[in-house]
């Protein structure tokens, strides 16, 4: 054993199949369980593999590593060879969840691989046609290697798994594309990064088991009834019962009988074969004889012949028959060979090779009066990659004793109990997640574990003696869910010992599907009859889960969502939503209605809408794209190249304009433009004013009334003052009562302005008269004297206002 095998997880060798299984050669025993009907094919190279034809897969539950976390270190290796590419991109390989962040390997039309990260880093060479390829990938906790044939296709790759599951299938198809059609073998995975030396230890070791093997066990037999299937009948006599064994030289080289005597030996577990009836004779080919042992059939070949390549010795068992003591059961049957060897070579062959064999009841009448159908909807969800972890669809199934006499049982404490056993084509279902139960307490219902075998449902009665006339056994399918592709797929239904009956089956159509209908009764009354899509509950007509509404783009009656005609009855298109290209080379999404002027586009959203915004802070918030500037509204009314309102925001400030050269105007309509208020009685008395500033305003370029000369530039406030709080200015023989005042302008005028000043007392208790005059002005300000006039007596501290308007004319 070589140093790197301590870290093997996994070894398929992908050569042979024994009872639906594929076996694990690693010590962890995580062996295989096959899906649909993939072929065992002989292979110069390997001797034997298997062979995908795109509807079957290789399912193993878990190889998980030692290491913990969703991104471990870890390699994959295996042979490949494509006889032709696909149509489609075909699956090869999925190690994790059908979902991004596993790890899959897939392959295209062109001969493209992908390999790595789904969704994430991947390695792309090209698959040669008709040859095996090893491929090897390679991650070591942070970047991605590939190897075709031990040689890297490329420089390793960062990249990031993100395991949830650690599940693996080969050759399965995935997300509605196809599975793999051609041969795999030899698949291993390693829970560490192996190096480019080890990867060719692989591909050495890899080539020596293959041979081995295939020179070891040249030889694959197949036992079966005349339907060709590996069926041993129970029966009252077996006289006359029939049977095949077939013997195929799988090796690419003749397998020779040695001198003393070559043999092959078919053996039987104890208690399989009946000892009733007439003695079993074997027909044998020409020069072959056979001894018949108890539980053992002895076939001797002529010394020193030879079985060719591919050859198959044909052999008839007469008066075979299964001992009906244990009932219907599975047994395995077992080819073993001596003294045998290849042509020129003198170290014998000792192999042997297993096969799984069924014994039916056919004792009694043949037809038993038993029918099955549904007590509900048997149309299932197909699980998608969008609706993985699905609740799924419960189905109830009823099987009736249809004639008017009961039907004997054995009740399941006995030996050969009656027992019902219900089975599902392989790889049709999500089997794991299924399960079914019986109603009342006179049936119950186990899951047999057999190793290898398809997963069934055995129903047995603990009590009942026998299912009377018109009876039922009610039983529910939990958890239906289908694997695609979507079709119809078969419910069969087992009947074994059922005394005085042959064992036989009944069988119903089960149909899966990404689309349900159900008739729902509401809680209203009436049937409502609804579609699902990724549920199997629809709550609404049409309710989609898992994935997106993607209708047709365009302007036509067939693009789009489109409400055929106005609720209020008229031909015309009631409304629509839809997304097309406009010839600016730019694309619309419309939502519209079409029936006249009486119909509305309302919003009536129980928070804020927002536009460009995800978490909109008032009842309408629009926030523009990138740097908004005075030249790109954020909200526009109007048509874009005329007159228009904008509306912006840019850097610290917000802006309102008009657009396409023509003026903004405020109209208010009967009313008052007000600035500056935040809350207006509606019963107060409205200002007279057309424009109402609560506060102080800067205005620039403002024309007043009618005059036809507009003002450069005016300007307006009011300055508190206290008046005769400072002495009489030094040297002016003014008497108390004087003030004079600096009032300086918001901004400065580009020319010397002309000012009016008015003054007035701050209090309405005050009783004075002041005249009030600008002494001068300049661009910045300007100086105003008050005085008293009513009387010339001192009066200190009277809280004064001085309001003044200034303006230019140029």
């Given amino acids: 054993m070589t140093g790197y095998d301590a870290s093997l997880l996994i070894h398929l060798r992908l050569d042979t199949m024994t009872g639906g299984r594929v ?15 993939p072929a065992v094919v002989a292979d110069d190279h390997f001797g034997s593999s298997l062979r995908f034809d795109g509807n079957d897969a290789v399912r193993v539950s878990d190889v998980r590593p030692r290491a913990t976390g969703a991104n471990p270190a870890h390699t994959i290796t295996g042979w490949v060879l494509a006889d032709a590419y696909p149509a489609r991109r075909a699956w090869l390989l999925n190690l994790g969840q059908a979902n991004a962040g596993a790890h899959h390997w897939l392959l295209h039309p062109n001969g493209g691989l992908q390999l790595g990260v789904w969704g994430g880093t991947q390695h792309t060479p090209t698959l040669p046609r008709g040859v095996w390829t090893h491929v090897a990938v390679v991650y070591d906790g942070s970047a991605l290697a590939c190897y075709l044939d031990g040689e890297p296709v490329a420089a390793s790759r960062a990249g990031t798994f993100r395991f949830a599951t650690y599940s693996l299938a080969l050759a399965e198809p995935k997300l509605a594309e196809l599975g ?135 052999f008839g068992l007469v008066n075979i028959g299964g001992d009906g003591r244990g009932g219907t059961r599975g047994t395995r049957v077992q080819l073993r060979y001596l003294n045998l060897g290849y042509v020129g070579e003198t170290a014998p062959l000792t192999g042997r090779s297993v096969q799984h064999l069924s014994l039916v009841n056919r004792r009694g009448q043949q037809d038993i009066p038993l029918e099955a159908d549904f007590a509900s909807f048997h149309t299932v969800l197909t699980e998608s990659a969008g609706t993985t972890g699905s609740l799924g669809s419960d189905v109830k199934l009823r099987i009736t004793n249809v004639s008017d006499s009961p039907i004997p049982l054995t009740p399941s404490g006995q030996e050969a109990p009656s027992t019902l056993v219900l089975a599902f084509e392989e790889g049709s279902l999500d089997l794991a997640a299924l399960s079914v139960t019986a109603e009342g307490a006179d049936w119950s219902v186990v899951k047999p574990t057999e190793e290898g075998q398809t997963p069934t449902w055995e129903v047995t009665s603990p009590t009942r003696i026998a299912l009377g006339a018109g009876e039922s056994v009610l039983l529910t399918l939990n958890r239906v869910i289908g694997r695609h592709p979507s079709g119809p797929t078969r419910l069969l239904i087992h009947y074994r010992n059922f005394p005085g009956y042959w064992d036989g089956h009944l069988a119903l159509t089960v149909e899966k599907t990404a689309l349900l209908v159900r008739d729902v009764t509401p809680a209203t009354g009436g049937v409502d009859t609804r579609v699902g899509i990724g549920t199997a509950d629809p709550l609404a007509k049409l309710h989609v889960v898992g994935g997106a509404i993607m209708p047709a783009e365009g302007i036509t009656a067939r693009a789009g969502i489109l409400f055929l005609k106005s609720p209020r009855g008229t031909t015309d298109e009631g409304a629509w939503i839809r997304y097309r290209a406009i010839p600016t080379g730019s694309s619309t999404l419309q939502i519209g209605t079409g029936a006249g002027a009486k119909d509305h586009l309302l919003l009536m959203p129980s928070g804020n809408v927002g536009v460009g915004v995800d978490t909109p802070a008032a009842a309408l918030h629009v926030v523009g794209p990138g740097n908004v500037s005075t030249s790109t509204s954020a909200l526009m009314v109007g048509p874009a190249k005329s007159a228009h309102l904008g509306l912006g925001h840019v850097g610290g400030y917000g802006w309102i304009q008009g657009g396409g050269s023509r003026p903004l105007v405020l109209n208010p309509h009967g009313g008052t433009v007000r600035i500056g208020e935040t809350d207006i009685d509606p019963a107060a008395p409205a200002p007279s004013d057309r424009l109402y500033v609560n506060g102080s305003a800067t205005v620039l370029g403002l024309t007043v009334g009618t005059m036809s000369t507009p003002f450069a530039n005016i300007q307006a406030g009011g300055t508190p003052v206290t008046l005769n709080a400072s002495p009489t200015p030094p040297g002016i023989p003014h008497p108390a009562g004087f003030e004079v005042v600096t009032v300086e302008f918001p901004m400065a005028f580009l020319t010397v302005p002309v000012v009016v000043a008015t003054v007035e007392l701050a209090s309405s208790g005050e009783r004075a008269v002041y005249s009030c005059t600008v002494q001068s002005a300049r661009r910045e300000s300007m100086t105003v004297h008050v005085l008293r006039v009513d009387k010339r007596i001192e009066q200190v501290n009277v809280q004064a206002r001085i309001n003044w308007i200034a303006w230019t004319r140029s």
Avoid: C
């Fill in 180 to 314: 793999y059609t051609g041969r795999l073998a030899g698949l291993r995975i390693y829970d560490r990064a192996l190096t480019a030396a080890e990867v060719g230890e692989v591909m050495d070791d890899d080539r020596a088991a293959m041979a081995v093997f295939r020179r070891t066990h040249p030889l694959a037999f197949s036992l079966h009834d005349g339907d060709t299937q590996p069926v041993l009948a129970i029966v009252d006599d077996a006289t006359g019962g029939r049977m095949s064994l077939e013997v195929t030289n799988t090796a690419s080289q003749d397998v020779v009988l040695a001198a003393g005597g070559a043999h092959l030996e078919l053996s039987f577990r104890p208690g399989i074969l009946a000892t009733t009836g007439q003695p079993l004779i074997v027909e044998t080919p020409a020069g072959w004889s056979a001894a018949v042992g108890k539980d053992r059939i002895t076939l001797t070949g002529p010394a020193g012949t030879s079985i060719a390549a591919d050859q198959t010795l044909h």
């Fill in 23 to 37: 076996a694990d050669n690693s010590s962890h025993a995580r062996h295989g369980t096959v899906g649909g009907n």
